[in-house]
């Protein structure tokens, strides 16, 4: 069974920072695409950050030079270093990835169950 499991939310004030962690584990052969996405109370859920095997980096705009992404390829693990987060950040953080589960051969997106970050004004 493919899991991606988060870490690293909570409370912070604003201008404040966090780390936000995510494993992926089961039978996987490949991982392709990770990335965060994030949703607000009554708002569509958003990319926030995205990265290729290769290394290539998407960034939402809303975010782009306080937060940077990055992976551990040999750990199967993306991370999201957020900085000078503001209260507008404050959102559940999921982790996704596009992945060849080794059980079923196939390729499909797979999402973590979320961890909440909230940022006081």
């Known amino acids: 069974q493919v899991q991606l499991v988060e870490s690293g939310g909570g409370l912070v004030q604003a201008g404040g920072s966090l780390r936000l962690s995510c494993a992926a584990s089961g039978r996987i052969v490949s991982i392709n695409l990770m990335g965060w996405h994030r949703q607000a109370p009554g708002k569509q859920r958003e990319l926030v950050a995205s990265?290729?095997?290769?290394?290539?980096?998407n960034y939402g705009d809303s975010v782009k030079g306080r937060f940077t992404i990055s992976r551990d390829n040999a750990k199967n693990m993306v991370y999201l270093q957020m900085s000078s987060l503001k209260p507008e950040d404050t959102a559940v953080y999921y982790c996704?990835?596009?992945?060849?589960?080794?059980?079923?051969?196939?390729?499909?997106?797979?999402w973590g169950q979320g961890t909440q970050v909230t940022v006081s004004s």
């Open positions: 996704n990835a596009d992945l060849l589960n080794g059980r079923n051969w196939t390729w499909a997106n797979y």
């Open positions: 990265i290729t095997g290769g290394g290539r980096i």
